[in-house]
């Protein structure tokens, strides 16, 4: 439900400062530019679609650590 109220969580480019932003604050350039290539080349991969979106990030093994909890 909170989802479908906040319009935001529906935005790709919402995800994907919070993680610019996590490596940022963290020193990881290197994965901040990885990161980068990724949204560049994978773009027509997931559309518009958060959910996609996170599907192929989990795909790509170098960005697995995102999800380990």
Known sequence: ???EQNIDF???NYWAE???DYFK???RLKDLQD???FMAF???SYGPSPL???CTLKEDKQFDY???A
């Open 35 to 37: 990161f980068e290539k």
């Open 42 to 44: 994978k773009r027509t």
């Open 52 to 54: 996609l979106f996170f």
């Open 25 to 27: 604050r963290n020193n």
């Open 18 to 20: 919070i993680i610019k």
């Open 1 to 3: 439900m909170h989802f």
């Open 10 to 12: 529906k935005s790709i």
């Open 66 to 68: 995102i999800f380990a």
